[in-house]
C-alpha cells in the first residue's frame, strides 16, 4: 500500500502493533480475494501516481463553474487511461471492460467502481459522466430491441458521439411518475414521434449530466396515438448537435444550479418544441408502436421501472461506502486525537478510550460491514430475478422490487445518520471541508431521494408486506424474506442474545404490518377508499416497512456470518462476530420502544443485552484501527487531513490551512476597500 512519506504517528503504530487481527487478510477477504485486492491496488496505484489526477487546488476553493469544467476535464482523462489500462491488461474483472463486450454484470462492475473508492478519490462531487453508465446504458441494454441495441449500443458504450442521460423526472413530478406531462404523439403519416413540453411544471428537472455534458437522452413522456394516451414510454432522443454539441432545434437545455453536493453531475432541465425523432426511437424491448400506429402491448408494462431497479440496488453499496470512508477517518482520528483526562491526575486519553466515543463509532463501522453482507445478496438476487423474467417468468419481481426500496430507503437514511454522526466524533476539526465529510455527506444525503424517495419506497414495500400478511392468513406460500411472517410464537428469551435479538426485530416487523393491515380495514370499514385508507394508515405503513428492512439486515448478516466462520481464519471470525453483534444490538437498542411493545421482555433481559453491547464495544476496541485499515482505502479515497494512514492529523491542519488562498497575500484586498473606510467612518 503506498502511504505518505511522513513517520507514522506513534499511536497509530502502537494500535497496529496491538491488534490481533492481520488488517492484510481482512483486506484479501473485503476485496473478494488476494488477485482482486492487488488488482484494485494497482488500478489506484495507475491513478495516483499519474501527475495529471492531481488536483491543482483543494475542490473547495473552486467555483462552480470551474468545477464543473475541472471535472470534465478530468472524467475524459480517467475514460482514456482506463481504455489504456484494459488495453494493457484485459479483459480484467472490475475494472468495466470498456474496451469489451457489455452486459449488466460489466455496467455493474463499471458502476461500482465510478462511485466506489477510485471514483470517489478521483471525483469527490461525484464522476462527471456518470448518469451515461449508470442509467444511461442500462436502459438501452434492458429497454432496446435487438435492432435498436445493434443500432445504439455499442456507439454509447464506446461513447461514439454519444454522451447520455436518463431523463425522466420534471419539474412538477418526481415520485408519481404516472403524473409526468412530457408528451410523445405519434405521427403515422412520417413514422415519427413529436415531443412536447406542454406546460413549466414539464420541464424535465433533475437528470445528471444533462445541463452542458449529454448529447443525448432516453426521455420517458407519455405516448398518444391519434389522440388516444398509451402510458409512459421510453423515447431516445438527440438533444444536442454530436458535432457543435449546440442544442438541436426545439431544444431548450440547461443546467439547474449548485447543489448540496455532487456539483460535478450537472444536473440539468430540459424543455421540448415539436422535436421530432423516427418511429424506431421508442425503446421498443416491451411495448412497440408499428409503422400504421398500431400500439403493442408489452408482455410486463413494469419492465419500464427496470433501469430504477438496476440502481437502487446498486446504491445499498454505494452508501456503505461512504459511511465506511467516514468511520475510517474517524476511528484513526479518534486514535490520535488526545482529550480529556479520565483519571483526574493522568494523561490525556486517545479519544476513543472513553466508551461513549466508542459508541459513536463501532456501530457505524459494524453497520457498514453488515450493510456489505447485504448489498452482496442483493446483487446475487436481482441477477437470479433478472435471469428468471428473460425466461418469462416474473414470480420474483415482486420480493425484489419490495426488497430493492426498503433496503434503499433505510440503508441510505442510516448512513446518512451514520455520516452526520460520524464527523460530530470528530469534534470540531470535523466541520472542516479539508476533514471530507461535506464530500461523503453530500453524496450520501443525494441517495436519500434520488431513485424513489425514502418514505415512498418504504410505502411501496409496504404494499407488497400487506399482501404477504393476507397470504399468510390463508397460509400459503411466502417468499424467503417474509418466510418469519409465517411463524406467529412468542420470543423466548435463550441463553443466545443474537439469536433472540434477530428474533426479536422479526416479531416487530411482522407486527407492525399486521397492525397496519389492521388500519386499513379499520378505514375501510369507516368508508374510507382504498387509497385513503393506505393514505391513513400511512405511518404504520412505512414503519413496518423500514422495520421489515432491519429484521432482514439483522437475519442476512447473522446467516451470512455463519457462511463465512466456516471459510476465515478464527480471530478474523470472531472480530467479524463481534461486528455482526454490534449491529443487531445497536439496532435493538435504537428499536427498544417497539421492542418491548411487540416482545414480552422483562427489563433484565435488555439490561443483559445493553451489558453485552456495552462490553463488545470495549473488545472490539483494540482492532478497531486495524480493521478500519483493512478497508484499504487508500489516502487519496479518504481525501481527508484527519483519517490518513499516517495520522499525521496536526501537520496536514496546517498544512491544508497554510494552502488557503486568502493566505496567500498578508492583507486582503477588502481591508483597502472595506474594512478601513468602515473604521474610519468614511462609508
Ligand atoms: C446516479 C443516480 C442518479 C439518480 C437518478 C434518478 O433519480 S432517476 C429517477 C428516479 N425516479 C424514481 O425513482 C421515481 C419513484 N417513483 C416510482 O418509482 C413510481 O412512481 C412509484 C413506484 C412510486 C409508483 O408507481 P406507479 O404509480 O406506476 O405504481 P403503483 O404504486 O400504483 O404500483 C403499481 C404496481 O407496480 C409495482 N411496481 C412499482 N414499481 C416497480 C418496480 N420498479 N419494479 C417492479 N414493480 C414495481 C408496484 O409494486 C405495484 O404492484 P401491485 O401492488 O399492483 O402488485
Ligand atoms: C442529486 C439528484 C440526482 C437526480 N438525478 C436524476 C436523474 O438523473 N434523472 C431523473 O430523472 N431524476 C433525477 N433526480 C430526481 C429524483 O429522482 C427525484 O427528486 C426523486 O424521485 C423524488 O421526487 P421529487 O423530487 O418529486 O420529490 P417529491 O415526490 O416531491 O417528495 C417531496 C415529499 O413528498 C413526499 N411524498 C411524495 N409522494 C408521496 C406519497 N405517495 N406518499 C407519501 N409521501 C409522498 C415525499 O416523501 C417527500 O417527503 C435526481 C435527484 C437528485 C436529488
Redesign the pocket.
Known amino acids: 500500500m503506498e502511504r505518505v512519506s511522513m513517520e507514522v504517528h506513534a499511536d497509530l503504530q502502537r494500535e497496529r502493533a496491538a491488534a490481533t487481527i492481520s488488517s492484510e487478510h481482512f483486506a484479501e477477504w473485503w476485496a473478494g480475494g488476494r488477485e482482486r485486492l492487488e488488482e484494485r491496488r494497482a488500478l489506484e496505484r495507475y491513478f495516483f501516481d499519474d501527475p495529471e489526477f492531481n488536483d491543482p487546488k483543494h475542490i473547495s476553493f473552486m467555483s462552480y463553474k470551474e468545477l464543473y469544467e475541472h471535472s470534465v476535464a478530468k472524467g475524459t482523462r480517467f475514460l482514456a487511461k482506463l481504455r489504456e489500462w484494459q488495453r494493457l491488461r484485459a479483459p480484467v474483472d472490475g475494472t468495466g471492460g470498456l474496451t469489451g463486450g457489455l452486459d449488466i454484470k460489466t455496467l455493474h462492475d463499471f458502476r461500482l467502481l465510478i462511485s466506489g473508492p477510485l471514483g470517489t478519490a478521483l471525483f469527490q462531487q461525484s464522476f462527471p459522466l456518470r448518469?451515461h453508465f449508470a442509467?444511461f446504458l442500462p436502459t438501452l441494454l434492458n429497454q432496446g430491441d435487438e435492432e435498436q441495441k445493434k443500432q445504439w449500443l455499442e456507439r454509447a458504450w464506446h461513447m461514439d458521439g454519444i454522451i447520455g442521460?436518463?431523463?425522466?423526472?420534471e419539474l412538477g413530478?418526481?415520485?408519481?411518475i404516472r403524473g409526468l406531462e412530457t408528451r410523445a404523439d405519434y405521427d403515422a403519416e412520417h413514422e415519427e414521434f413529436v415531443l412536447n413540453t406542454p406546460s413549466l411544471t414539464a420541464y424535465k428537472w433533475?437528470?445528471?449530466n444533462m445541463g452542458q455534458t449529454a448529447n443525448m437522452v432516453v426521455v420517458l413522456a407519455q405516448l398518444y396515438i391519434k389522440g388516444k394516451h398509451y402510458g409512459l414510454q421510453p423515447f431516445l432522443v438527440r438533444i444536442r448537435n454530436e458535432q457543435t454539441h449546440e442544442p438541436e432545434p426545439g431544444i431548450d437545455v440547461g443546467d439547474i444550479g449548485a447543489?448540496l453536493g455532487?456539483n460535478a453531475?450537472n444536473?440539468g432541465f430540459l424543455g421540448f418544441r415539436n422535436v421530432r425523432i423516427p418511429r424506431d426511437q421508442m425503446l421498443m424491448k416491451n411495448a412497440k408502436v408499428l409503422p400504421d400506429g398500431t400500439f403493442v402491448k408489452g408482455p410486463e408494462p413494469l419492465l419500464l421501472y427496470g433501469t430504477m431497479v438496476f440502481v437502487r440496488v446498486l446504491i445499498v453499496h454505494d452508501v456503505m461506502v461512504g459511511l465506511l470512508q467516514a468511520a475510517t477517518i474517524a476511528t484513526r482520528y479518534a486514535a490520535v486525537r488526545r482529550q480529556s483526562p479520565i483519571e483526574p491526575n493522568a494523561p490525556e486519553p486517545q479519544i476513543l478510550d472513553h466508551l461513549t466515543q466508542q459508541a459513536k463509532i463501532f456501530p457505524q463501522i459494524a453497520r457498514g460491514v453488515c450493510y456489505r453482507l447485504a448489498a452482496d445478496f442483493l446483487w446475487q438476487f436481482y441477477q437470479r430475478i433478472m435471469q428468471q423474467l428473460e425466461a418469462g417468468n416474473r414470480k420474483g419481481l415482486p420480493e425484489l422490487h419490495a426488497l430493492s426500496c426498503c433496503l434503499k430507503s433505510v440503508c441510505t437514511q442510516e448512513s446518512n445518520e451514520g455520516i452526520d454522526a460520524l464527523r460530530k466524533a470528530c469534534g470540531g476539526q470535523g466541520y472542516l471541508a479539508s476533514a471530507n465529510f461535506d464530500n461523503i455527506y453530500g453524496l450520501a444525503t443525494?441517495a436519500y431521494?434520488?431513485?424513489?424517495?425514502?418514505?415512498?419506497l418504504l410505502?411501496q414495500t409496504a404494499r407488497f408486506l400487506v399482501r404477504q400478511y393476507e397470504d399468510s392468513l390463508k397460509r400459503k406460500v411466502l417468499p424467503d424474506s417474509i418466510n418469519y411472517m409465517r411463524d406467529t410464537t412468542r420470543l423466548r428469551w435463550t441463553k443466545n442474545l443474537l439469536a433472540n435479538a434477530v428474533r426479536a426485530l422479526e416479531i416487530v416487523a411482522a407486527s407492525k404490518v399486521r397492525v397496519a393491515w389492521e388500519q386499513i380495514r379499520l378505514e375501510r370499514k369507516r368508508g374510507q377508499s382504498a387509497q385513503q385508507a393506505a393514505n391513513l394508515a400511512?405511518i404504520q405503513l412505512s414503519t413496518a416497512a423500514a422495520a421489515h428492512a432491519r429484521a432482514f439486515l439483522a437475519r442476512n448478516s447473522l446467516r451470512e456470518l455463519k457462511k463465512l466462520q466456516r471459510n476465515l481464519k478464527p480471530e478474523l471470525g470472531g472480530v467479524l462476530q463481534q461486528l455482526v453483534e454490534i449491529f443487531v444490538y445497536d439496532t435493538f437498542l435504537r428499536q427498544l420502544g417497539d421492542i418491548l411493545k411487540w416482545n414480552h421482555i422483562a427489563v433484565v433481559q435488555v439490561t443483559q443485552l445493553e451489558q453485552r453491547y456495552e462490553q463488545l464495544l470495549r473488545d472490539f476496541r483494540p482492532n478497531a484501527v486495524a480493521l478500519v485499515d483493512g478497508f484499504d482505502f487508500h489516502d487519496r479515497v479518504l481525501g481527508s487531513t484527519l483519517g490518513c494512514y499516517d495520522g499525521r492529523i496536526y501537520e496536514r491542519l496546517m498544512e491544508e490551512a497554510r494552502k488557503n488562498p486568502l493566505n496567500e497575500e498578508p492583507v486582503n484586498s477588502s481591508f483597502r476597500m472595506h474594512l478601513q473606510p468602515l473604521m474610519r467612518g468614511k462609508l
Open positions: 448518469l442509467m442521460t436518463y431523463a425522466q423526472t413530478h418526481g415520485t408519481f433533475w437528470p445528471g447543489k455532487a453531475v444536473n443525494a431521494t434520488y431513485e424513489g424517495e425514502y418514505t415512498v410505502l400511512g
